[in-house]
């Protein structure tokens, strides 16, 4: 049996007939998309490697069969900069190193998105470590992604200020 | 993963009439996917429930209850201002339980109804009565820190790993279904099965029959400013519990007026002993009158295999969970939610 799905990904409508129910977002994603940023970490939501937004909302690809997306609108790690303009997590991971392999990145800075759209960790250290727990780096690079999570977090909230002004 | 076929009805009599033996209910998936790439589960049929109208609302109903849809997601009823105000252990569980990402996914109703994490359920090549009634249980002679140590039998020795069901249980919760028999009430204390010689009926639910809400009492917002939900696990994160305690005291001029204590990752379901919540009844709170309740609260407990540090450390995690209590709700949800370390684990 197949599945004709239609979601819309980094703000492109991507029209997908899916010939078996098994398929991850995370495969959708890497093997039919050509969108290869999302990684396969342990592929069981334990890693967060695979984290994407699907409607505003932080998720473990791994975990999220593509066919419950029909109409859903997803965000990765390729549609987050605006041209050569790095979202303001991307930048603050670069000045901040925030990395060292790099494999988990993408993860991090998607669930680093999430994180402040949600709301609750602000620029607490402690808060942002516990909001974060959901992403593993091997390389143990945890410092410098707190603070890149709490320079985006201010750097954020300062241009809302400005743009309301 | 197994070859599944997959539906996606739109009515919740749609759904359960789409049921037949072998099918799954699909919510966040957070669960039933894990053990679907395992092995350990293999659906011929998901039913995708997560479009279903009208049960992903929390609402309080006019006799003063709070009614929680099964669709509404971990993160959403943790972070609801008017919920974690009126049921603040409630939040701090869900707060404490998996990672952002999950607890985005993760919906009520999935919530009750996750399985064990016995490593032994989930590998599909060792055998487990529950997974594979009669096939024996590996974890007897296995790995056997993390398992029971009351109300388990030779059958299954498997906990319950949920961090939601413990304060859902110490405040008297009400499952809603509905099934092809129609709509019920069901207590959650009566909802998770111990196992007995039939651990793979884990629940009471009927085949085919579906959550719909979880209702909580009006009076169950009564302990809100003296209540805690504590965790121990190996790290202080995204981490199942070892053993979790759910206290909630209610304080009338210094005297302990109503006490409710479960415990959690000690059994089959969460763990509620009703002597230990009784003999605080008009003392004074204190460390040696909570000692005593968690005495009472681990009565009968025996180990199943290397885990009789479990014992004392429920016990120790009861009597800090109701001093926690006494000692007041903090007024925010603490940085590390449910845990001994931090600044709100101090009594």
């Known amino acids: 049996m197949s599945y004709p799905i239609s979601l819309t990904v980094n703000g492109l409508r991507r029209d997908v007939t899916l010939e078996d129910a098994r398929v991850t977002l995370l495969d959708l994603l890497r093997e039919r998309l050509a969108l290869p940023g999302t990684k396969k970490g342990c592929d069981r939501g334990q890693c967060g490697a695979c984290t994407v937004l699907i409607d505003g909302r932080r998720i473990n690809s791994c975990l999220t069969l593509a066919v419950t997306l029909d109409g859903a609108e997803v965000i990765t790690i390729e549609g987050l900069a605006n041209g050569d303009m790095l979202h303001p997590v991307q930048a603050a991971f670069v000045e901040q190193d925030g990395f060292q392999c790099g494999y988990c990145t993408p993860g991090q800075i998607m669930s680093a998105v999430g994180l402040i759209a949600e709301g609750h960790a602000g620029t607490d250290p402690e808060r942002i470590r516990e909001g974060m727990s959901g992403n593993l780096c091997r390389c143990a690079a945890y410092h410098g992604i707190t603070r890149a999570v709490s320079d985006a977090t201010r750097r954020m909230a300062e241009d809302k200020t400005k743009a309301s002004a | 993963m197994n070859l599944f076929d997959y539906i996606r009805p739109t009515s919740v009599s749609d759904a359960i009439a789409a049921w037949q033996p072998g099918a799954a209910y699909l919510g966040g998936g957070t669960n039933l ?25 929390i609402e309080t109903l006019p006799n003063g209850s709070t009614r929680i849809g099964t669709l509404v997601r971990n993160s959403d009823l943790a972070h609801d201002p008017d919920f974690a105000m009126a049921f603040p252990m409630v939040a701090e569980a869900l707060a404490s339980g998996a990672s952002g990402q999950l607890r985005n996914a993760a919906t009520l109703g999935g919530n009750l109804l996750q399985r064990t994490r016995c490593a032994y359920f989930q590998d599909p090549h060792s055998a487990c009565n529950r997974r594979f009634p009669g096939a024996g249980c590996d974890a007897r002679n296995g790995d056997s820190d993390n ?11 498997a906990t319950n790993p949920s961090d939601l069901c413990v304060p859902l249980m110490a405040l008297d919760a009400v499952v809603e279904t509905q099934g092809p028999q129609g709509k019920r009430d069901i207590a959650l ?5 111990l196992p007995g010689a039939a651990p793979h009926q884990e629940t009471a639910l009927e085949p085919g029959e579906l959550i719909l809400a979880i209702r909580l009492p009006a009076n169950a917002t009564a302990s809100r400013h003296n209540s805690r939900y504590l965790k121990v696990r190996e790290r202080t994160s995204f981490a199942f519990a070892l053993v979790s ?4 005291l209610q304080l009338e001029n210094g005297r302990i007026s109503a006490a409710c204590l479960a415990l959690g990752g000690v059994a089959a379901k969460p763990w509620r002993v009703p002597a230990a919540e009784k003999l605080m009844l008009g003392q004074i709170p204190g460390a040696d009158l909570f000692r005593r309740a968690a005495e009472v609260a681990l ?11 479990k014992i004392d450390l429920a016990r120790r995690t009861a009597a800090r969970a109701l001093a926690l209590a006494a000692a007041g709700t903090p007024a925010q949800m603490p940085a590390l939610p449910a845990s001994v370390f931090g600044e709100s684990a101090h009594v």
């Open chain 2, 33 to 57: 996917v894990d053990l679907m790439k395992t092995g350990a589960l293999r659906p011929g049929t998901v039913i995708d429930i997560t479009r279903l109208p009208g049960v992903d609302r």
């Open chain 2, 189 to 193: 204390a009566d909802f998770h099965h």
């Open chain 2, 147 to 157: 398992h029971a140590i009351l109300g388990w039998s030779d059958a299954c020795t």
């Open chain 2, 245 to 248: 305690a759910a206290a909630a």
């Open chain 2, 299 to 309: 009565e009968g407990a025996v180990p199943s295999g290397d885990n009789g540090f």
